[in-house]
Nanobody, 119 residues
Framework: VQLVESGGGSVQTGGSLRLSCVAS?????MAWFRQNPGEAREGVTS???????TSTDAVKGRFIISRDNLKKSLYLEMNNLKPEDTGMYYC?????????????????WGQGTQVTVSS
């Protein structure tokens, strides 16, 4: 499965961005991760085949994950952005039909799209 992200950019604190990820085929479990140089990759949010979602506490109430299965696409609506949201954002996908959260070992990864939030 190939994943291609888009939508990153530079915004000021309080701004919004919408990330998109297009997959070469449908996968039941998809997620967004982020990472800064020298830091561990962090699971941000996931969405399963039934639309159930999980999110890390840091983004709850600000980020919304969604998917369009017909378009084989994953989205991340990011609102009220903070400098600590800065990072490379990666789309991930897996064939897991059971549980779907950012703790599973995702098989497929995109190249990433950079998000920079300035204060």
């Amino acid at each position: 499965v190939q994943l291609v992200e888009s939508g990153g950019g530079s915004v000021q604190t309080g701004g919004s961005l919408r990330l998109s990820c297009v997959a070469s085929r449908y996968t039941p479990c998809m997620a967004w991760f982020r990472q800064n140089p020298g830091e561990a990759r962090e699971g941000v949010t996931s969405i399963g085949r039934d639309g159930s979602t999980t999110s890390t506490d840091a983004v709850k109430g600000r980020f919304i994950i969604s998917r369009d299965n017909l378009k084989k696409s994953l989205y991340l609506e990011m609102n009220n952005l903070k400098p600590e949201d800065t990072g490379m954002y990666y789309c991930a996908a897996d064939n897991s039909w059971a549980s779907c959260d950012t703790d599973i070992d995702f098989l497929y990864w995109g190249q990433g799209t950079q998000v920079t939030v300035s204060s």
